[in-house]
């Protein structure tokens, strides 16, 4: 099986540890990124922020170690229009008014 049938007993589990099992393969390619695997992920939902531009563009590698092994980020949001008017596969990362966690505001 590859991939995690969500609403099962064990999709919580399985996502979590994929998350950090990854995070630990990357950890040398990606340095700034894979960390925050192990750190900032809530459910589904990526939460960091970044106190540089160049730490916020490391960052944004994370989408490419998630495209690696099949998974993709759907949203992104930014106060830097460098990093917001980005497009990453079918998904347009803009700077949003609102911003949402888990479906609430």
Request: aromatic share 8%; net charge negative; charged share 25%.
């Given at each position: ?86 497009i990453i ?17």
């Amino acid at each position: 099986m590859k991939t995690v049938t969500h609403g099962s007993a064990s999709a919580p589990f399985l996502s979590t540890k994929t998350l950090l099992q990854l995070s630990r393969d990357e950890d040398k390619r990606y340095p700034l990124a894979a960390p925050v695997l192990r750190e900032n992920f809530y459910m589904d939902d990526f939460l960091s922020g970044a106190s540089s531009l160049m730490e916020a563009k490391a960052l944004k590698n994370l989408s490419g170690i998630l495209e690696k092994e099949g998974m993709q980020l759907h949203k992104w949001g930014s106060s830097h229009p460098e990093l917001a008017s980005n497009i990453i596969g079918d998904y347009e990362f803009e700077n949003t008014i609102e911003t949402k966690t888990l479906g609430v505001p």
